[in-house]
């Protein structure tokens, strides 16, 4: 009878081999897995944690000194004698959001977003 184990030659470096590479697929596919779904994690993790921006305050610093009110129908003008019931931020240059939103950027708040209904002192006609 013929002893297995005592075989050394080609078919024992090819069980040997082919045990080698099993192994090295097996880990191949789980490294590629991981890193797939890892990757997946941190594309999607901004979408999930990005909240709304912030929105001005009327009662903010810079909100106060432009005179800036949610409601354009609410801007005192007394204070303001150039303001018209038409001026919107909506039609303002300097709103960064689009004809549909109801809050949008603004260049004179930074990162805080202002309501399209809203007015401040430095409104300026939105070129056609």
């Not at 960064?96 to 939103?101: C, K, L, P």
């Not at 708040?109 to 002192?121: D, E, L, M, N, P």
Request: hydrophobic share 40%; aromatic share 8%; with cysteine.
């Amino acid at each position: 009878m013929i002893d297995m184990q005592s075989i050394d030659g080609p078919a024992q470096r090819a069980g040997a081999r082919m045990e080698t590479e099993m192994t090295d697929s097996t880990q191949r596919r789980i490294f590629v897995t991981r890193t797939l779904t890892g990757a997946c994690a941190l594309i999607a993790s901004p979408l999930a944690v990005r909240a709304q921006p912030a929105r001005v305050d009327e009662a903010d610093e810079t909100a106060v000194a432009l005179g800036y009110k949610h409601d354009t129908s609410k801007v005192d003008n007394k204070r303001f004698p150039n303001h018209s019931a038409a001026q919107t931020c909506l039609n303002c240059s300097f709103f960064q959001g689009s004809a549909t939103d109801e809050w949008g950027g603004c260049a004179m708040f930074g990162r805080k977003q202002i309501a399209a209904k809203g007015w401040c002192s430095a409104w300026a006609k939105k070129p056609a």
